[in-house]
């Protein structure tokens, strides 16, 4: 069958998340604001029941839930990423269940009263996953899509954009709109959309360096040694200029959290 994303999204560049290396720079991604996961917990409701999390990574949303709800099935086809998050905070949560394989074909324990997606749903065959959100879902469920683990409104966006330009190895990638496009395709009746506040947070120098490596069109070893150490070096000048004396990175947060009912 046909995939209906968009080329920048084809398994050949979603297969990168099962390298060790992106899976363990993956820490070094900057958090979801807290009011993430207000929202979240406010959508579930006075139940706080069940939630099914794809294309889940190291856990960063099912581990962040996992205190508030009933218990989180956490899917993701990458084992070394199931392998981080185990290593993590919670990771290890006798609620959270954790599951290797793709969510188009894993087994799954329906009934979930939310699923959830960060950074994940355009790596999945929509023609697939959105029939099956539907099937596992309650009838009161909402798919929830979860965006925004970059800095938004830096004085070194536009050298930092040009710099992965250069380096990029995702040569198919162009900037759409995610949400309007499942909207278009059909995919999602869309319900709410909305953003977070923006919040501050600081990081070291080097690990927001090291951040750029968690990403598929960046990983170490499509790079290349001598690359990731010319792109390190560069991205780290850029930023020497914005560095306090602790060697701290400051810069602001928001997350965009959108949800509805996935169309069969």
Same mark, same amino acid.
């Given at each position: 069958?046909?995939?209906? &994303? ?9 297969? &990168? ?18 009011e ?16 099914? !999390? ?11 839930l =996992?205190?508030?709800? #009933? ?5 993701d ?10 290593s993590? =905070?919670n990771g290890?949560?006798?609620?959270? &269940?954790?599951? $290797?394989?793709v ?22 065959e929509?023609?697939?996953?959105f ?17 925004? #683990?970059?800095? =938004? ?14 380096y990029s ?7 759409? #709109? ?12 869309l ?12 990081q ?17 070893e499509?790079?290349?040694?001598? $690359?990731? &150490?010319?792109? #390190? ?10 560095? !306090? ?5 400051t810069?602001q ?10 169309l069969?």
């Amino acid at each position: 069958m046909e995939t209906t &994303r968009p080329r920048q999204y084809w398994n050949d560049y979603a297969s &990168r998340f099962k390298n060790q290396s992106l899976a363990e720079t993956y820490e070094f991604r900057p958090p979801y604001p807290e009011e993430t996961y207000k929202i979240l917990l406010s959508l579930l409701g006075k139940l706080h029941g069940r939630v099914l !999390d794809v294309g889940c990574g190291p856990g960063k949303i099912a581990r962040g839930l =996992i205190e508030h709800v #009933d218990s989180v099935d956490a899917v993701d086809f990458s084992q070394e990423m199931i392998r981080v998050g185990k290593s993590l =905070i919670n990771g290890n949560h006798r609620n959270l &269940r954790w599951i $290797n394989g793709v969510v188009e074909e894993v087994q799954l324990y329906p009934p979930y009263d939310m699923v959830t997606a960060g950074a994940s749903i355009h790596w999945m065959e929509w023609d697939v996953v959105f029939p099956r959100f539907k099937d596992v879902l309650t009838a009161d469920g909402y798919l929830v899509i979860i965006d925004g #683990d970059r800095p =938004i409104g830096s004085p070194w966006h536009d050298a930092e954009l040009s710099l992965i330009h250069q380096y990029s190895t995702n040569r198919h990638h162009e900037q759409i #709109d995610l949400i309007q496009e499942l909207v278009d395709r059909e995919h999602l009746c869309l319900i709410g959309d909305k953003r977070t506040a923006p919040v501050s947070f600081s990081q070291p120098l080097m690990d927001y360096v090291q951040s750029f490596h968690s990403r598929e069109s960046m990983s170490k070893e499509h790079m290349g040694e001598e $690359n990731v &150490r010319e792109f #390190d070096a560069e991205l780290s000048q850029i930023l020497s200029d914005f560095v !306090d004396d602790a060697g701290l990175l400051t810069f602001q947060l928001e997350a965009r959290v959108t949800w509805g009912k996935p169309l069969a």
